[in-house]
């Protein structure tokens, strides 16, 4: 797929020389792109793709990985004849596991295939999934770490140079901690809400707005209250102190 570099990849030379010097060498692999959700992992390696000539065959890892073992077996092998005939590498996005023998399955496939594919398969996960203990082959692991202040300026200032927008990139890149795939939310809101025909005060409302409809709230449940049996009275208290 052909893609510009992403102007929020200082990463991409030190990924392109990592899989650069792998894809020389014989040995079967897997790659294994962690990050946050949203982040640019996918777009990281597109942006490769365009440095080194090669493709990706994009799969959404959740569509297969729920199927029964017959139904994962031929969508697999369906993916990987795609990527043989266009010489791609393999992309397993949102890839994950809750049990042990999800993954086994997916290494089940996975070795099946691995000596017959031309380029390499990666797996994009969050950073907390951790391949390499379970693996039976060399996996190359690398982390995106969230986006700076300065990414993510230059992510709203070339994202507001694409949409023709007004704003100061500046204020919004400093002020709200998002990653990639929040701020392109948030743009896809401004476009729709004539933005350019608002004051800076009623942009900035408009813009708060948005940055919270993105933001993911917080898991829910995860706080329990604590009972307990102790009252003013169990205190060991000085007088004066029991008095106030």
Known sequence: ED???P?????LKQVYEQMKDVMESEEPYLFQ???ENGRGKRRLLRALACRTGNGWVFVDYRGIKKLGQKEY????RLICREAAFYGFGICFSCFGWEKPEELELFYSQWREIRQSLPFPVCVCTEERQELIPVADCSVYR???PPCTSQERIDIWKNMAKERQLVLDAEKYGSRYRLNPG???K???GLAVSGSNRMTEEERDILVAG????VRKSPEKGSLKPVTASYTMEDLKLEPKQRET
């Open 3 to 5: 893609e510009k570099e």
């Open 7 to 11: 102007v929020a990849s200082p990463y």
């Open 33 to 35: 792109l962690c990050g």
């Open 73 to 76: 077996s031929e969508a697999f």
């Open 142 to 144: 690398y982390v995106m």
């Open 182 to 184: 929040d701020i392109r």
């Open 186 to 188: 948030v743009f896809s």
């Open 210 to 213: 948005l940055v919270q409809n």
